[in-house]
């Protein structure tokens, strides 16, 4: 017995209370999610033209779409593709392009304004302010 560990392993001695557990661990994050990196206009100003929460990768593609998908349509109206076939299936797949990548920003900006993510910011701020 005198040889044994007596790790408890990730969360403490059975019986310890969550909130010293998460103290000690250095976290505060309840639902133990990675850290999105916010695209904001201005930091702390207020303002509420934000992108807060909007993951960068996802409304980077979805602009990315867009411009490449309106850089095909432009080209074909412009006629600089001489082949009726091929000028006609870029201008599909670039109008189908642009609604994609529409509907992805969409999606993108819509998510950070669900209900779950106001319940888990009250959630978190409470947890702050109580520690």
Known sequence: MAGKSKN????????TPASSRL?????????????VRDLTWHQESGNNRGWKGVHPFHAGFALL???????SVSLVMLNMISNLWFAS???????????AGVWM????????????????????????DKN
């Open 8 to 15: 408890h392993g990730r969360y403490g001695k059975p019986g």
């Open 23 to 35: 103290a000690r661990e250095g976290g505060h994050d309840l639902f133990r999610r990675k850290r």
């Open 65 to 71: 779409m867009i411009t490449f998908g309106l850089l």
């Open 89 to 99: 299936l870029m201008s599909m797949s670039g109008s189908m392009a642009v609604m």
């Open 105 to 128: 920003l969409y999606d993108a900006i819509k998510e950070r304004k669900s209900v779950d993510n106001l319940v888990r910011d009250a959630i978190m701020r409470s947890l702050r």
